[in-house]
């Protein structure tokens, strides 16, 4: 492995530990201030103000489950209309083929069913789950991280990125232990 | 000091303002009656429910927020009391129904009684003395709560104390039980009854969700007012305009979920005696008006509402405020108007003149209250033991 | 009235005091351990076994009478014409009714900010999954032969040409319910993914770290995934929301959209979801109590969740009291011969004594919760919702059997005799139902570690209040 410590590219990034979120959030803020851009953090529960700290974008996810309530609405009531008034049209209980009021209920199910079917898969596909790998598990410390641990990452895509500097600037940061990522 | 002058000036500037326009409707009123009696009659219980229900809303509201607490009472609390503060004018407003019962109610009618096997079966209680006998019942229940809530509010602000909060607390429990109770009952006298055969279980809760969907459009509405002029505390901010407009939403949704779930139940079931009630609602141009219900006070102002900035801006959320009043005003107007004319839409002057006179009659008073008493939040001392436990 | 205008110096009674929502001393390592041990001590508590036993022969009940019934037929049941509907409906409408707390407490408290949801969220959604699973197996065994209902029930382009008649409340319902067990599953699966990757990092063996690796999706409670994750989170429970309300609104609308004197009445949507809610609340408190007292779970269900859970008991048992009243005042007001004469059978006609009961178990006891100290009182509690689970069940029995046994005709008039079988069924429910919430404690946490965390860190640095000044600010 030492040998391959002087090139950057076997390495996945930089990591440093705090022990709280506060510290979290704080290291987040000044690291995004000092020109880094490819910085993630890893807390066991969310962190309030980190998606402003970290400038994360706005999540695409409320505009897909609205196009997914609404497809959700247009095939329920389309459904139901074809059915009933186009493919099998039979009278019941005097009531027309078109019996809107009807419809209503089963076009609000399938409103909510797609839309929420959205909201969790497009969840899990932009954040690319299930991954069965990935570096920062190689980081011993990191077992600790989904229990009472902190961690931020300064990965080696980033343009700033230089192993020594990237290093010395998380050290100041007061961490609890920095260490590198391996792919 | 200064700040508390210049309340008091806006104030009383508005009081005034809502005055002349009271008297002035209340005038034009009086001259419509003299003109049509019938007609004045009908028209004014119409002006009456809409500005009572906003009352009974203020009422509810308080005791909810006793039980309840939250952002949107805080910044709301001054303005609900005086709003509540209204109910003896309504009383007294009250009285003209009262004398016109047999103009406006069938059922009061001995010529339609002595036709209708029904209504020979209900006149044990739809009776004039009963009616009038109810209703003084509902006001005095109505007029012991507001009064006993707003007197232990001053004793809070003077000397907060636990045990004020708990006592209001204590009253506010079985004060909004007995609110579903009484309100319900003063829906199905004053306004189902005006037809007589028909029923429908889910209308009390109808009005019950009205009176709260008004309420919090008028609440964000005056506290707008307040907040652009300066007149209330810094204190009231985006936050609370957030939570005002997320609950305005919640009632939308409540109200049309009440209003389609009635309509589907009666639809599907298709029984003449129920039916006719919405046979007489879509004759005419009265189609017309229900179906701007659908889209103006359900899917326009969902849909506005769904958006997060809408809510959060309080300039944008008064507008939106504002046409779920404007719809109170229509879907009211929608349930009483056909009884009387039901081949169709009917508008007479009238139907304009009262609710304003009463509006504005009720709008003076209401300012008036308001004047009252300092528009800073009440003192909470349950919230401040709460947050002092967090911070131990 | 003049009398409690007195100015008598300040008592803090005792029960003045607010109790937290997590108990004093603990830190974010103590709240990971002490609820992923209730999984990973393999300390497994022997009233586990008890009841898990006792469970267990209840499914062997169950699977007995689902196999007999289907072997011979709906007619080992009690329902006959005119009762047409019998145990199976009423369980049907009781189960999904006690799931709906599971989905009030975990989306619309979560909307609504309300911070008691968090130690309760997870154990309530788990019991909606259970519940919802009871509650769908009776309309399919009423079915007779469920393998059948498929083309009765679902869209799909059958060899017959047939399609469901979408203008029956029994298809809304079709897809009520399964759209709320897929949703509810989902909320529930979404909600689990970050403990599971907490119990990945503290499972022991080795078996545990892969299933729960496998279960946790690769979760590293990245920031850029957490953003994603609690918008989808909050708009999972923005869909919830109005989905609850409207599977029990459907739920009514198969009796409302009748004509059937007790069925057909218009406040029938907003009432059954109230008594949807209360009952949730009351198997809630009946399972939690006992549960929190078995793992020492007191330092996150505390008084002050079960304070809550009462109110919420209280509000929701005097709106379905309210619906009593409607519906008998309305007996009275409408002047209809066949609802004065419905109202009058359920009140004095031979299922009298259910009616009364339902009044007893759901009305009269439930007021108790008035009193301060009755809601702070475990023991009083446990019997007062056991009391509601009761009085909930009676609820349907009223409605399903009073309104059916005396038809139009009095010619068609009659009783209902449930049968051993409806009774085996209706056990063998009960015994899954626990079987299967017993099997989850022992697998997954019963309570959110990701969750309870994040209230920690709030409660603990003011953090909720430096986020509300973010969120005005943004």
Request: aromatic share 16%; charged share 15%; hydrophobic share 50%.
């Amino acid at each position: 492995m030492s040998t391959h410590q002087t090139t950057t590219s076997s390495l996945h990034g930089m990591m440093a530990e705090f022990a709280s979120a506060e510290e979290l959030l704080d290291a987040a803020r000044r690291t995004r201030g000092a020109g880094y851009r490819n910085v993630d953090a890893y807390s066991p529960f969310p962190v309030h103000g980190m998606d402003e700290a970290l400038a994360l974008p706005k999540s695409p996810v409320p505009l897909f489950v609205l196009i997914g309530a609404l497809a959700g609405t247009a095939l329920g009531f389309g459904l139901e209309y074809w059915v009933s008034v186009i493919e099998y049209p039979i009278m019941v209980g005097g009531k027309p083929f078109f019996s809107w009021p009807a419809f209503v209920p089963v076009a609000y199910e399938t409103t909510i069913l797609l839309g929420g079917l959205t909201a969790a898969i497009s969840m899990l596909m932009i954040n690319g789950l299930p991954m069965p790998y990935h570096p920062v598990f190689n980081v011993e410390r990191f077992s600790h991280a989904m229990t009472d641990r902190f961690f931020l990452c300064i990965e080696a895509t980033d343009p700033k990125f230089n192993r020594e500097e990237t290093k010395k600037f998380l050290e100041g940061l007061h961490p609890y232990q920095v260490s590198e990522v391996e792919e | 000091m200064n700040n508390a002058d210049s309340n008091r000036a806006l104030l009383e500037g508005a009081q005034k303002r809502w005055l002349t326009i009271g008297v002035a409707g209340a005038l034009l009123c009086a001259a419509g009656g003299f003109m049509n009696a019938e007609q004045f009659f009908r028209s004014y219980l119409f002006g009456f429910m809409f500005w009572f229900n906003l009352t009974l809303g203020c009422l509810a509201g308080v005791m909810t927020h006793n039980l309840t607490g939250g952002d949107w009472g805080i910044a709301t609390r001054r303005q609900l009391e005086a709003g509540m503060r209204v109910l003896p004018l309504m009383a007294l407003l009250f009285l003209p129904i009262l004398f016109g019962v047999p103009k406006i109610y069938e059922w009061a009618n001995p010529e339609h009684v002595a036709h209708s096997a029904i209504l020979q079966q209900k006149a044990g209680y739809l009776n004039q003395s009963f009616f009038g006998i109810r209703a003084f019942v509902y006001f005095s229940i109505w007029l012991t709560l507001a009064n006993l809530l707003y007197k232990w509010s001053g004793e809070l602000e003077r000397n907060p104390s636990l045990a004020i909060v708990r006592r209001m607390e204590n009253l506010s429990g079985p004060g909004i039980l007995i609110f579903f109770l009484t309100s319900t009952l003063a829906a199905f006298d004053w306004v189902m009854s005006l037809e007589p055969h028909w029923y429908s279980t889910i209308y009390g809760l109808l009005f019950i969700v009205g009176q709260g969907l008004a309420m919090l459009a008028f609440m964000i509405a005056v506290t707008t007012w307040l907040s652009n002029r300066g007149a209330l505390s810094e204190a009231v901010g985006t936050k609370n305009f957030h939570d005002l407009g997320k609950l305005m939403h919640g009632f939308v949704v409540l109200w049309t979920y009440g209003s389609f779930s009635q309509f589907l139940i009666i639809w599907s079931a298709n029984l003449p005696e129920e039916t006719i009630w919405y046979a007489h609602r879509i004759a005419g141009g009265w189609k017309l008006i229900a179906i701007g219900l659908a889209v103006f006070h359900f899917l326009v102002p969902f849909f506005l509402l769904l958006i997060r900035n809408n809510k959060m801006k309080s300039n944008i959320l008064v507008k939106i405020a504002g046409l779920i009043l404007f719809m109170r005003f229509v879907d009211l107007y929608w349930f009483i108007s056909p009884a009387f004319n039901t081949n169709g839409l009917g508008l007479h002057w009238l139907d304009l003149a009262a609710p304003v006179g009463i509006g504005g009659l009720w709008l003076a008073t209401f300012y008036g209250q308001l004047r009252k008493r300092s528009l800073a939040p009440l003192p909470d001392p349950f919230a401040e033991a709460e947050q002092a436990m967090e911070r131990a | 009235m003049a009398s409690v205008a007195h100015s008598a110096p300040e008592t803090h009674a005792p029960d003045e005091v607010v109790h937290p929502l997590i108990a004093p001393g603990n830190s974010y390592k103590s709240i990971t351990e002490k609820i992923s041990n209730v999984i990973l001590s393999g300390k497994t508590p022997r009233v586990w076994f008890f009841w898990f036993g006792i469970a267990f022969l209840f499914v062997n009940i169950l699977g007995l009478s689902a196999t007999v019934l289907l072997l011979i037929g709906t007619g080992i049941w009690g329902i006959t014409i005119p009762i047409g509907w019998g145990f199976a409906i009423i369980n049907f409408v009781w189960w999904i009714g006690i799931g709906h707390a599971g989905t009030l407490i975990s989306a619309v408290l979560l909307l609504l900010n309300q911070k008691w949801r968090t130690s309760i969220n997870r154990f309530a959604e788990t019991m909606t999954i259970f519940a919802v699973m009871c509650a769908g197996m009776f309309p399919l065994l009423h079915t007779g032969r469920p393998w059948l209902a498929a083309y009765w029930l679902m869209p799909y382009p059958s060899t017959m040409g047939v399609w469901p008649q979408f203008r029956s409340p029994l298809i809304w319902d079709v897809f009520a319910v399964s759209t709320y067990l897929t949703i509810s599953a989902v909320f529930w699966i979404v909600g689990l993914i970050p403990d599971f990757a907490a119990l990945r990092e503290r499972a022991t063996s080795r078996f545990g770290k892969v299933t729960y690796g496998m279960l946790a999706m690769g979760w590293r409670g990245s920031a850029r995934h957490w953003h994603h994750y609690e918008i989808a989170y909050l708009l999972l429970a923005g869909l919830s929301t109005p989905l609850v309300v409207s599977v029990h609104s459907i739920v009514s609308f198969d009796f409302a959209v009748s004509v059937i004197p007790g069925w057909h009445t218009t406040i029938f949507p907003p009432y059954f979801v109230a008594g949807a809610i209360y009952a949730g609340f009351a198997m809630v408190l009946t399972l939690g109590i006992p549960m929190r007292k078995v793992w020492k779970l007191e330092d996150f269900i505390t008084m002050r969740h079960i304070d809550c859970m009462a109110k919420v008991m209280l509000a929701t048992g005097l709106f379905v009291a309210y619906g009593y009243g409607m519906e008998a005042f309305m007996g009275y007001y409408s002047a209809n011969t066949y609802e004065g004469f419905m109202m009058i059978n359920r009140m004095t006609g031979p299922y009298w004594w259910s009616y009364w009961s339902l009044i007893f178990f759901n009305v009269l006891i439930p007021q108790l919760l008035w009193f301060r100290s009755i809601r702070a009182n475990i023991p009083a509690l446990f019997w007062i919702s056991m009391s509601i689970n009761i009085g909930m069940w009676l609820e349907r029995f009223v409605i399903v059997v009073t309104s059916l046994h005396r038809d139009f005709l009095p010619s068609s008039w009659g009783m209902y005799y449930p049968t051993v079988w409806d009774w085996g069924l209706f056990a063998g429910t009960i015994g899954f139902f626990l079987f299967m919430m017993l099997l989850f404690i022992r697998v997954a946490p019963i309570i959110s570690i990701a969750e309870v965390r994040g209230l920690f860190a709030e409660t603990r640095h003011g953090h909720g209040k430096k986020h509300g000044a973010e969120e005005v600010a943004a």
